[in-house]
Every structure is written in C-alpha cells, then in structure tokens.
C-alpha cells in the first residue's frame, strides 16, 4: 500500500502537465516583457498599474531602493541571458543590439555599487557569454566581436573607484560619470556598508577580470572578502549586517543569513565552484558550520548576535533568507534544506506570497512582497536534487499565484499588502532576470533547454558564468590578507559537499518523511502567557480593563493616582503618569499597576490583532484592479467567514459623521455607506447605518495625509456595551486610500465595491457578471451587496478597555497596538490610545448622494465653503494619471 502511494504521489504531474506548465512560463515571461518593451523602454524598469516606464527623478522617490535605477535601461540589461535561456534567441539577438544602440553608461547618477554589480555587470557578462555560445553554435550572432563585454568593462571601471578605501571594502554607492569625489558628487560620504553590498562582487569582478585578462577587478573583489573573514567574530566565526567601511567595526551586530548578508555567504561558496579556490571553500564551510550550530534552528532560521550566538536578535524572519535551502543544496546538505523550504512553502501557502518579513509563529511582520525568487529558486534546487515531484506541485503554485494575484494588464505588479491582495505599481528587474529563469528549468526536459546549464554557475542574480573561466589565463598575483592558519580551519564537514545525490535518497520517501512534520506547524498558533499580574497588598481600586473615560468616577480615580489624559493632535488619548501628583504612597503604587496593566492589554491587543482587508473596486473603469487596504472592526460582520463577501454600490450617508439618525435613509438603504471618523463611537455610526438599511459601512479616516504606508492599521473597538447588534461590515480607511474612492465616486457617481478578508481575482469576480454591466442594471442593487454566505458570524469584540473622553463629542479611544505608542513620558509611563477622534469637517457635495435631483437643489453653506477649500489635486495628486491608465487598460482589453 506503501508502494502504491508513493507511486501515485510521485505521477502528480505528467510529462504533458510538465510542458504545459513550461509553455506556462514562457507566456507569463512575454506579457512581462513585452509590456516593458512596449510601455516602458528604454526607462530602468515597468510601473505595471500605471502602464508607463519608472524614470528616476521623474517619480516619487523610493529612497534606497531606487538606488538600483541608473538610467541604463536596467530591466532590459538584467533580461538578456532569460531570453537565451527560454529559446527566444531572435528577441536576443535584437535586445544586444538595442543594448549596444541606446544604453548610456556616463549618467550623473549614484547608484548602488551591489546592485550595479549584479544586475548591470552581472547582466551584460551573462549576455556576454551566451552570445558567445549562440556564435560557437554558429546559428546566431555572426556579428558579435564582444561588444557586451567591453560595456562590462566600462561598467567595471566605473565601479572601481568605491573601493578607494583603506579597508578595501567599497563604498555603497557611487556616480557613474564622476566617481567618489565627496558631497559635489554626492558620495564618498557613507561610513557603513552592509555585508552582503561588500562581499558580494567576486563572481562578476573575477569573471571580468578572466574574460578581459585584466587581474584588477577581481584583486579588489578578493581584498574585500578578505578584509570581511578578517573581521568576523572570532569565538562564533559570524559575521555582522553592518560594517563600517574605514574602521571595520560592526555597526550591526546581528547575524543571519536573510537580508544584509545572504550573498556573502552565496558568494563564498559559489566562487570555490568557479574559481576553484580552496581557500573560499574552507571559508565557506567555517562559516556555515556556525550557521548550523547558532542560526539554524530547523526548520527557522533566527538571527543572532555575533558576541552572543545563544542569544536571539529577533524574532521574525525575513524573505530573502529563501534562497538558503537552494545553497544547502549545492553545499550537499539536503535534510536542513527539505525543512526549511518546506516551512517556507506552508507560509506561502498561508498567505498566496512570502511577506517580506514574518514571525516566528508564521505572522506577517511586513507584508510586501515585491515578486521576490528565492523562493522558486530553492525549489528549482531541490528538485534537481531530489527528483521529488512534490516540488514541480510547490512551482505550480507559484504560478498560479502569480497569475491569479499579481498578473495585470501591463505586467505584473508587486503586492503591497499580502493579507489583502492590494498592489504596489512595482516590477523589479529581477523578477524577468530570475523567477522566470528558475520556473522554465523546473518544468523544462533536456532538450527544451538551448545549452547545458550544468557549464554554468548561477549569480546571485541569475545570471549565467561559464565554468570554464576557472581554466582562463588569470593573474595570480592577487592582493591577499591571507592570514588564516591550518590550526583555524575545521575539515570535519568538508565530505558534506557536493555528494551524489543519487546515492542520499535510494528511498523516494525520505524528503516527504522530512516534510511531514512540518506542514502541520504552520497553522499552529503558539501559545501565549497570561497577562502579568505584579503580585500585591490586595487589589488596584481600578483595573485598567474597567476603565472608561466618560466615567467621572474613574477620571477622579485616575487623579488620585497621578494619571492625566492628554488629548493628542491626531486624536488619539495619551495616559501619562506622574507619580509625585498622586494624593498617596499607596495610589501612587495603584496608578503604576494601572499604567502596567494598559500596557499589558496594549500588548495583547496587538498579538490577538485581526488581519487587514480589502475594499476592491469592481465597477467600470476599475473592474477589481484597484485595491484598498481597510482596518477591520470589533464587531459586526467577520469578512474572513464569508466566502463571497459584501458587494454592494456605495453612498455618502448624510450627515457623514454618521452620528445621529441617517437623512437620506433612501438612498443608504441596500448601499454601503461612506462615512467620516469623529465625532462619535464606531459602534454608534454602524447602528445608525444599519437602521437607515446599509448592508456594509466604510469610515474614512478624516485626519488629512494619513496613509497605511505609513501608519499601522487598527481595529476599530466597540462603545463598552454589547455589540452583538450590529450585523453589518465596517471597515476603515485612511485618509488616502479614503480618498481614492471618493474621488471614483465623484468621476463615476456609481461605484461598486467588493468588501472582504482579500482581494479576489477577476475571474472570480465577474463569473456571474461582466464588468461591462456592473452599473447599467440599479434593479439587483438590493441582493448584490448582501451576504450570501449563510454561515456567516459577527465577529465578538475583544475583551479590552473602550475609554471615551470627557466631553460628550468626544469618543472612547482603544489601545493601540504599536508598541512604540506606548512609550513612557516623565516620571510615568503612557501608552497612547487610539480614538475615533472628533473633527469639524464635511464632505463635499459632489460626494453627499449620486441623485437626479442633487443640481436642482441648493447646497448647504458648509459645503460651499469645503469646496472653495478643497481642490482635487490635494486630494491625491498622482490618482488623475493612475485613473488615465486605467481606462487605457480597459480599453485595450475590450
């Protein structure tokens, strides 16, 4: 029986479902490049949502990360040797040629020296060495006389000047056209560079070096990595995340294998397999068995402190450490490498992408994720390792994700927001450089595939370098600080490398056995201790989950213990305490277990946090690709326990504070209905709209800038009664986000919008009805919004404080849940706490009710003046272009 079902596991996909899921591949990789073709060359890279090509300069600037952009048509650069590798050598030979034709190298422009180095360096060798191979054929590329290696070359010599250092190791960024000159040039300024930036250049430099004859790019690349093995912690052998590029003193002491080191380590091992440099090698495995003996804790992969391995430096992961199992692979250690892929698969399985970071306990702890391939990578690396046929199911569901979530009319988009399915107007150059690179080899025979890649080394970029440079006349008078001892080096894990696969695995069974135990983690969720509770002489006369502000007894209460309420500017209630204000020794020690108290609850609410959701907008033009990421409520509808959601047109409820009896009930009755925060509880506004007939509310945060790309979303807290009444969705939108749909509203009077625990993809949306006739039928708009799941339930509130203010206007805040809100302040402790704040604002008229009869009739002073204060442009200055594009996609869709 055994037998039978390793057999049937191990025919889940056919030799067909294989080619089908390969021709899969190559159809994503051209709508991704040809909508960079045809929207957005010869600019760096692809803004997908908006269908135009990101210029430095001319967008919003992304800080670090548009630090890759150099002017230098990157994206096209970094895609050279995929089009080789997916057999569209026609599309090659033409990219070389538009390459050579309209790159630029002499920019003034900074740029980062690491990402220079592997996607345009990187980029122009491995376009480099295939049309050298495609010219051997002889098929192709007559022409070519190395003209992509004398571009990387001149890439090579501009990046030579940031390691100018006494260290060796380089500076981070550097100006194409002048160098590192100091502030003219604007570089030259840095201390600190991270790990990973310095040790990450030996591949591309030693392979510039072996092609050119040239031994000074990788004299520098060798100085570098080691002055870096120099400065490792000695007792632990780790490394930092950041040092300082003069001194080399550790500015981050933290060590791991994600983000800030992760291609140090992949440079070390990879440039023994190249170079055939023993001394990397012994290096490598040095390092690696204090990787295995601190930082791998399978199947995590925890961060440490290099003077104290034993000791976490935090608690969540980061996505970039997915390429490790793919390491572990080449290293030869396969069972580490089957866990952690495989908890690494479990999470992507929860949340449809890797978050860019995520707990310990499998929580999302940033939860972006810019179509990053490690993930496919290690996968791709496993199954040539294993033959196991459950990692072509993992590649199938990284397709299907890809297509179901992140795909759009010009490409595809990165997501913002994994919970919600909400996009970022994002293509990086690496996802054409790589994922495609590995997905086409995981489903790919032999013979589909135009060269032996078994000749060729992978960059940390994907990028091909022959094997056969390690036998390329070479200097050997390389600059060296080679000071290391046999006695430092330990042989005992060197029979780890580069084993035979086939003899590890004669049974087919041995990887699941690994996995098994793992797949269950996942969705397991740790438990966590009781609140503490300070051991004392009997009770505190107020407990902190009691409390209510628009109690005067408490307020009296707290004044006893020397605890004050701030009103802040944002609206949030700030408790502060001063101990010497309290009217004894005693209530000073109660308002000190208050304060504690608080803060427990401002904790706990934090880790029983609902997830986000999403309001997508289905109607025409938007027809589900603009999605809004949404705070959740307390109490109401549970939108995680509907499997259709809540769809319905919105309306402007009137008044929009949603603070007394709805007048335009008409109109609100089978809508979702758009409110302003202030001026009372959430709770309150959700009874009013749900007596005037709303099926769903959305409170649109009314404190002007707000955004949830900068501010953490809470949940709203119910008014300190039961809520059990209310049975209708409430979500929360900042003031941006908030205003995109208002603006909608005001070009499209009608606007439908899905309300739900994520975004859905179009097909799902439009099954029942086209997006053609979202808005022309207003006969079903009773039934089209209503919940059809019958099973759904309202969401219990938390158990914790709901505090109204003194004034009556004012609302009962709720704790908030960052952390960092709950910082002490003079003598006391305050933890800041998150208020449905009162304001005096209103809506404009365009935005009160999409009726015939709203021309005729004369509008309200207050609304006049708002719109003699409030233009369209500050409302959101980049939504015009966005809405342009959107309908262009519409129309070429159509």
Not at 29 to 53: K, S, V, W
Not at 79 to 89: A, G, P, R, S
Not at 155 to 162: I, M, S, T, W
Not at 657 to 675: R, W
Request: aromatic fraction near 8%.
């Amino acid at each position: 029986m055994l037998l039978g079902a390793l057999c049937i596991h191990g025919e889940a996909i056919t030799r067909e479902e294989k080619r089908k899921l390969k021709d899969q591949v190559v159809e994503m990789f051209d709508h991704a490049y040809q909508n960079y073709m045809d929207h957005a060359y010869p600019a760096d890279e692809l803004m997908p949502l908006t269908c135009r090509g990101r210029v430095r300069g001319l967008e919003p600037s992304r800080g670090d990360v548009d630090d890759a952009l150099g002017m230098f048509s990157l994206t096209l650069i970094d895609t050279l040797d995929t089009l080789v590798l997916l057999n569209k050598t026609t599309e090659f030979e033409a990219a070389v040629k538009k390459v050579l034709s309209d790159v630029k190298l002499d920019n003034d422009i900074v740029v980062s020296v690491f990402e220079t180095n592997i996607r345009v360096l990187g980029g122009l060798l491995g376009g480099h060495s295939m049309a050298v191979m495609l010219k051997n054929q002889g098929q192709i590329m007559h022409w070519y006389q190395d003209e992509l290696l004398h571009m990387a070359k001149d890439v090579g010599l501009r990046l030579l000047p940031a390691f100018n250092t006494s260290s060796g190791l380089p500076y981070p960024r550097v100006n194409l056209k002048y160098g590192v000159r100091g502030p003219e040039t604007r570089t030259g300024t840095e201390t600190d560079t991270c790990t990973a930036c310095a040790g990450t250049m030996i591949l591309e430099f030693a392979a510039l070096s072996r092609y050119t004859g040239d031994p000074v790019f990788e004299a520098h690349a060798r100085k570098a990595l080691d002055f870096l093995w120099e400065k490792r912690q000695r007792n632990s052998n780790l490394v930092g995340t950041t040092i300082n590029i003069h001194s080399g003193e550790w500015v981050r002491r933290d060590s791991g294998v994600g983000a800030g080191i992760d291609s140090y380590y992949e440079y070390l091992l990879k440039a023994y397999v190249l170079l055939g440099d023993d001394q990397f090698l012994q290096r490598f495995n040095i390092h690696y068995a204090s990787i295995m003996k601190y930082i791998s804790q399978p199947p995590l992969l925890l961060d440490v402190h290099i003077h104290k391995p034993l000791l976490p430096a935090r608690t969540w992961m980061d996505s970039l450490l997915a390429f490790f199992p793919g390491l572990q692979v080449l290293k030869g250690d396969i069972r580490p490498a089957i866990e952690t892929h495989e908890m690494l698969y479990q999470v992507t399985k929860k949340h449809n992408f890797l978050p860019e970071a995520f707990t310990t306990d499998f929580r999302v702890h940033w939860a972006q994720h810019p179509l990053r391939p490690e993930f496919a990578e290690s996968t791709y690396f496993l199954y040539k390792a294993t033959a196991d046929p459950y990692y072509l199911e993992a590649g199938r569901t990284i397709l299907d994700n890809l297509n179901r979530y992140a795909r759009v009319p010009c490409g595809f988009a990165a997501m913002k927001d994994v919970r919600t399915g909400s996009h970022e107007d994002r293509m990086d150059s690496f996802f054409l450089a790589e994922m495609f690179k590995y997905l086409f080899l995981l489903f790919a025979e032999a013979e589909d595939v135009p060269f032996d890649v078994e000749d060729y080394i992978f960059t940390t970029e994907a990028h091909f370098l022959p094997l056969s440079l390690s036998t390329a006349p070479h200097s050997s008078s390389f600059i060296t600080l080679n000071t290391t001892t046999e006695e430092e080096l330990d042989d005992s894990n060197f029979d780890w490398t580069c084993p035979n696969t086939r003899l590890l695995f004669p049974d087919p069974a041995f990887p699941r056995n690994i996995r098994e135990p793992i797949r269950s983690a996942v969705d397991k969720s740790c438990p966590r201790p009781a609140p503490y509770r300070e051991p004392g002489i009997g009770h505190p006369p107020l407990r902190a989950q009691d409390f209510m502000a628009n109690n005067p007894e408490h307020l009296e209460l707290l004044r006893r213990m020397g605890v004050s309420l701030i009103h802040l500017k944002d609206g949030r209630v700030q408790l502060v305490q001063h101990a010497t204000q309290a009217v004894s020794a005693v209530a000073a020690e109660d308002g000190v277990r208050f304060m504690q108290e608080m803060m427990e609850l401002s904790s706990q609410q934090q880790k029983e946090q609902l997830p986000p959701r999403a309001i997508q907008i289905v109607s025409h033009p938007f027809s589900g690709r603009v999605v809004l990421t949404a705070g959740p409520a307390q109490f109401g509808t549970d939108l995680s326990k509907s499997i259709t959601g809540v769809r319905g047109f919105v309306t402007v409820a009137e008044p929009y504070s949603g603070c007394s009896d709805v007048t335009n009930a008409e109109y609100v009755q089978g809508h979702i209905a758009l409110l302003q925060r202030g001026q009372c509880m959430f709770a309150e506004k959700a009874r009013n709209i749900q007596k005037a007939g709303a099926i769903g509310g959305i409170v649109i945060d009314d404190n002007e800038g707000s955004s949830s790309d900068t501010a953490p979303l809470f949940q709203m807290a119910g008014d300190g009664r039961s809520t059990e009444d209310v049975t209708l969705p409430l979500l929360f939108l900042f003031h941006k986000e908030g205003n995109i749909l208002l603006e909608a509203l005001k070009e499209h009077r009608e606007v439908e919008v899905l309300l739900s625990d994520k975004a859905r993809d179009r097909e799902t949306i439009f099954k029942d009805k086209p997006p053609g006739s979202l808005i022309e039928n207003r006969a079903d708009m009773q039934t089209e919004g209503r919940v059809t799941d019958a099973t759904t339930e309202t969401s219990e509130p938390l158990d914790l404080p709901d505090i109204p203010t003194t004034e009556p206007e004012k609302p009962a805040p709720q704790v908030v849940t960052s952390p960092e809100e709950a910082a002490g302040a003079d003598e006391g402790t305050s933890p800041a706490l998150e208020d449905d704040h009162s304001a005096d604002s209103s809506v404009d008229s365009h935005l009160t009710q999409a009726k015939e009869e709203t021309d005729s009739e004369p509008k309200p002073e207050h609304e006049e003046r708002t719109e003699s204060r409030r233009s369209v442009e500050s409302l959101l200055a980049d939504w015009q272009d966005d809405l342009e594009a959107f309908q262009q996609m519409e129309r070429d869709e159509l």
